[in-house]
């Protein structure tokens, strides 16, 4: 009995030390005042990062204490990163804050996974207010290291621009949030651009956090993750139909990208035009 109950005490031991949360500090680049990246080792050889960006200012250690995110990036083998960067609200508002991840603070988190991981690893991005700020940006600046991303709700945006690779990506607002205007408008521009975007409008919600959005993502990167792609569509965001190619092509900013028709009624669920 007390062999058995030593196991159980120290199978507990195990679990909680490779759950535990490390912290990563960096040099902050020119108006940050903290670069930190909190981190958990998930699994021992991850095939990609899936960071979460907090808000504006936060602090990303709570979001990867969370049993669903640890749960989901053991299961799809992918190390785990809480995004913790600050700047003043000056900087922030003056377009030189961490937001703009041209001024250091992209080359920053780049900086951090090399040293977690010691090589060099494919991103998945999942940001809200302040994190979808910094996820968009991000995209835009070095879209060749993001396999996919998610940005939730910013208050505004930079146009999205013409590139080379364009990682798939969700654009995310609830419809009692005044961002939603400058959210949509985002996704519209960016669809306008051809690129592979879907737009999810979150019924009777405000500024706050989703956990039908947060579960919709998990399934969305496993997509992603798996490369199954054969069965993508295309949909028109009002209707919630799936139209062909050449609509979409036709009028691109009334349509969206889902990379398998599995995740459709799904989508369909919590997307609310």
Request: charged residues 20%; neutral net charge; contains cysteine.
């Amino acid at each position: 009995m007390k062999l058995a109950a030593m196991m159980f005490f120290l199978a507990i031991a195990v679990v909680a030390a490779a759950d535990t949360v490390e912290t990563l500090r960096l040099q902050p680049a020119p108006n940050m005042t903290r670069a930190e990246l909190h981190y958990v080792q998930t699994v021992s050889n991850p095939k990609a990062v899936l960071v979460l960006c907090p808000g504006v200012n936060g602090d990303g250690e709570r979001l990867i204490r969370s049993p669903k995110w640890l749960s989901f990036a053991k299961e799809n083998n992918l190390g785990l990163v809480g995004l913790s960067f600050a700047s003043p609200m000056s900087a922030i508002n003056d377009g030189t804050g961490y937001y703009y991840v041209n001024h250091g603070s992209g080359e920053k988190l780049l900086e951090g996974i090399r040293k977690i991981y010691r090589r060099e690893l494919p991103l998945l991005f999942y940001g809200t207010s302040g994190g979808a700020h910094f996820t968009s940006r991000f995209v835009e600046w070095n879209p060749k290291k993001v396999l996919a991303w998610t940005a939730y709700s910013a208050g505004w945006w930079d146009q999205p621009g013409q590139a080379a690779a364009n990682p798939p990506g969700i654009v995310a607002c609830g419809d009692e949030d005044h961002r939603y205007g400058a959210s949509l408008i985002y996704f519209k521009q960016g669809r306008a651009a051809g690129k592979p975007w879907l737009w999810v409008s979150l019924p009777r919600t405000g500024h706050t956090g989703s956990s039908k959005l947060d579960q919709f993502v998990m399934h969305y990167f496993t997509t992603i993750l798996q490369r199954q792609f054969g069965d993508a569509a295309y949909l028109d965001i009002d209707q919630k139909t799936v139209v062909s190619e050449s609509d979409a092509d036709a009028q691109p900013s009334l349509t969206a990208w889902l990379p398998s028709r599995r995740l459709l009624n799904e989508w369909r669920e919590i997307h609310e035009p």
